[in-house]
């Protein structure tokens, strides 16, 4: 009997194998192949949908195609360069889903691009502001004859359902620090505060003020022209190209033929198909290495992961290994954290701020943030060498909140009751049952005052501010990255090849030495994946399979969400 148990399970396993194995093969031989490069090749940047930073979560091959990213696309332009078979770069502008941030880096990474004497091309179906950014750093812009352009401008709207909660005898608990600390406000309110609308009136005027003058500064425009095209707010194609923000109506097939010859075979080469050429175009070969760690993401203690409501899950664990790993690599001279997360945890991003100050204390770390680094995002931050960001990449948020749901009279509603057998002096500290005590809500707001001085006396410290100051900057108040600079929260205004450069000069790297970028987490074999970390992998195919409805352009408001901020 015994005999014929072990040789179920090893058929059982051989089958496992084979499967696994098979499912391997069969993603590698879906996985489109890239035509070959011919010279005057044109190359397609197509942003549309999800720009993430970087993917943090592996791929599935037989699921989906590689998703691109924005260190892609970066890596590919800057590879392009100097690349002497792409002639010529089209940027299709179809409503990326990006930040200001990721905008604005994608707009210098263009400028960079073109000092290589080829010729950008933007076009798009239908450009808001964050595609006019992008595309006004293009030696054109084209749109079809029935495209639109939209200047509605910007607004924030948070969607507050105190109203629903009270209806459904739903009390929210909160304790923040402080006023300025608007996540919960929807919540607890039916409007803004005094403190948010302050907050995002200086918000909106920074972010606002440098779009105008991005826009009048690269496409040349007199104020006079640009406040018109404002006003009007909807234009099309011939009313935008008489205004200066366009420079022509033709199709994109029409644009093509105008930068590539005919004879070309493949003309196009979208960048997903010209990666993994570019990577091992810019992969050097030398003694010197600097590191580049992606944390995205809402930040939570463990792996990476992704949730539907929440989106990216930012794995304190996961970074925290990672930072570990390059600082213990003898041959890695210097770190960048790349950072884009909206904040989270505090006892998650005090870890990774921790893994940093460690790093610091063995070499230069530099961290670069993306669209947003705000809270926690800010906390994992400050410890670092030197602080890199966008003008418009949104940051602070120093301060604290725990919030708990009462939901007793809910469960009423649907006929539901508890009852309770207790010990110790706060068994309902963290119940859905019961509304916080005057004792329980005086221990809370104890414990937060208690993290938020340390946290703002570490902040005066590592940013050599005095303390009042950083408290001045801090309770819930948000920034812009311009704004950041003046008060001293970061060093410079720029994007990952400023962050790298920095840390070149920490290292003390000298000038000309062969220096190559190793990006964390380590892209690992599916096979790998598959026998290790099927966490990972479910992880991946829930963000691979979550795809949010896309309204058109002219049917939703130009919205700058900063309400979910923790």
Not at 61 to 89: K, M, T, W, Y
Not at 158 to 183: C, E, H, Q
Not at 373 to 381: E, F, L, P, V
Request: glycine share 8%.
């Amino acid at each position: 009997m015994r005999r014929f148990l072990r040789l179920v399970l090893a058929l059982f396993f051989s089958q496992m194998l084979l499967f696994l194995v098979g499912l391997f093969a069969l993603g590698s031989l879906l996985r489109p192949t890239a035509p070959a490069l011919e010279s005057g090749t044109m190359l397609r940047v197509h942003l549309s949908g999800e720009i993430i930073e970087y993917p943090t979560l592996p791929s599935i091959p037989f699921l989906h195609r590689e998703p691109l990213s924005q260190n892609d696309i970066l890596e590919c332009l800057q590879a392009a360069a100097d690349d002497d078979r792409i002639g010529s770069v089209l940027v299709e502008i179809d409503e990326p889903d990006i930040g200001w941030g990721k905008a604005t880096e994608l707009h210098q990474a263009i400028l960079r691009f073109r000092e290589s004497g080829k010729p950008v091309v933007a076009h798009g179906p239908v450009l808001g502001e964050v595609g006019l950014l992008v595309g006004s750093a293009c030696d054109s812009i084209y749109m079809p004859p029935t495209g639109r352009v939209f200047l509605n401008g910007l607004g924030v709207g948070p969607m507050y359902f105190k109203g629903t909660l009270d209806k459904l005898a739903i009390r929210p608990n909160v304790s923040r620090i402080g006023a300025y600390k608007d996540a919960v406000e929807p919540e607890i309110r039916r409007n803004m505060s005094a403190e948010a609308r302050e907050q995002y009136e200086w918000l909106l005027d920074d972010l606002w003020s440098e779009f105008l003058e991005t826009l009048e500064s690269r496409r040349n425009l007199g104020r006079a022209d640009l406040e018109e095209a404002v006003d009007r707010g909807i234009l099309t194609p011939d009313e935008a190209m008489e205004l200066g923000l366009l420079d022509g109506v033709r199709h994109r097939e029409d644009v093509v033929r105008q930068y590539v010859r005919r004879s070309l075979d493949t003309p196009l080469l979208d960048v997903e198909d010209y990666r993994h050429e570019a990577r091992h175009r810019l992969a050097v070969h030398g003694s010197k290495a600097i590191a580049v760690v992606h944390a995205r993401g809402l930040i939570l203690r463990g792996a990476n992961d992704y949730a539907p409501t929440f989106g990216a899950i930012l794995g304190a664990s996961e970074v925290v290994r990672d930072l570990e790993d390059v600082a213990d690599d003898k041959t890695i001279e210097a770190v960048v954290l790349r950072v884009d997360s909206p904040g989270g945890e505090i006892v998650a991003s005090d870890m990774i701020s921790h893994a940093v100050e460690h790093v610091r204390q063995r070499k230069p770390i530099v961290v670069s943030m993306v669209d947003v680094a705000a809270s926690g995002g800010y906390m994992m931050s400050f410890h670092a060498n030197r602080i890199v960001a966008q003008p418009t990449t949104i940051t602070g948020s120093i301060g604290m909140l725990i919030e708990k749901f009462n939901m007793r009279g809910f469960y009423d509603k649907l006929g539901l009751s508890r009852d309770f057998v207790t010990r110790g002096s706060f068994p309902f500290l963290f119940s859905d049952y019961h509304d916080w005590s005057a004792q329980e809500e005086s221990l809370i707001a104890r414990q937060q005052w208690g993290d938020y001085e340390r946290w703002i006396q570490d902040i005066a410290k590592s940013r050599k501010l005095e303390a009042s100051k950083v408290d001045d900057l801090g309770r819930g108040r948000v920034w812009t990255g311009q704004q950041a600079l003046e008060h001293g929260l970061l060093d410079e205004l720029g994007g990952q090849e400023r962050a790298v450069e920095l840390a070149r000069e920490l290292a003390e790297i000298p000038a000309g030495t062969k220096t190559r970028l190793v990006h964390y987490p380590e892209e690992r074999s599916f096979l790998d994946l598959l026998l290790q970390e099927s966490d990972a992998l479910w992880a991946s195919a829930r963000q691979r399979l979550d795809v949010s409805p896309r309204l058109p352009r002219g049917t939703r408001w130009s919205i700058l969400e900063l309400g979910f901020l923790p």
